[in-house]
């Protein structure tokens, strides 16, 4: 009877095993089917055919995580090809591109970093903005993309996030929606930095 038991255990885990490396091959033949869409020389206005309506680049994402994912949700007619990966371009809110950067780690691609934008956006342009003085809609005015975090949290101010083409990261918190900080980071992990030529905006 003992026998017959781990006999049948063995069976049971040849089985769960031959199922686990059926749906890894079958992810990893999806992946590579996205990856040979990939197209570094037509422009994003030619490939890209459907319009998101979106709040950020945090929402449209949600809890997805890879590209396999990412386009099952949301097909990419958009994949660039770059040193550090791939990227997905998604056409926004009519006049907005949204772009989703993509790492490989541990056998798959995962989403590491997302940029949202409408324009070209550099740190000169947010210099015109007077701490005390200059408030949310002035700094919506410079970049309507960015993130905002305006609810009221525990220990923490409100505050936006900007990301420019010349890779800096700008953090920016409120009082009663006034400006009372600015600060700015210098970063190569943003997603302007890898954007190909065709695809840096005006």
């Known amino acids: ?4 038991i781990f006999i049948s ?4 885990l040849i089985l769960l095993n031959g199922c686990s490396s059926k749906k890894e091959i079958d992810y990893i033949e999806r992946e590579r089917d996205i990856v040979y869409r990939c197209d570094n020389t037509t422009a994003k206005e030619q490939l890209v055919k459907h319009n998101y ?10 809890t997805i995580e890879s590209m396999e994912e990412l386009n099952f949700h949301y097909k990419i007619e958009c994949l660039r090809r770059i040193d ?4 997905a371009v998604y056409k926004v809110n009519n006049d907005e591109w949204l772009y989703i950067l993509f790492q490989y780690v541990n056998g798959k691609y995962i989403i590491s970093d997302t940029w949202h934008f409408e324009r070209a956006i550099y740190k000169s342009d ?22 905002e975090m305006l609810g009221l949290m525990t220990g923490s101010l409100p505050f936006s996030l900007h990301k420019t083409i ?37």
Do not use: A, H, Q
């Open 9 to 12: 255990l063995i069976f049971t």
């Open 84 to 87: 550090k990966g791939y990227y």
């Open 126 to 147: 947010f210099e015109t903005l007077v701490i005390g003085s200059s408030t949310i809609d002035d700094v919506r005015k410079v970049d309507s993309c960015g993130y």
């Open 166 to 202: 010349d890779n800096c990261l700008i953090e920016i918190t409120y009082t009663n929606n006034v400006i009372s900080d600015i600060s700015y980071t210098y970063s190569e992990n943003v997603l302007s930095s890898f954007i190909i030529d065709i695809d840096i905006p005006d």
């Open 1 to 4: 009877m003992r026998k017959v």
């Open 53 to 62: 309506f979106i709040e950020s680049g945090t929402d449209f994402i949600g």
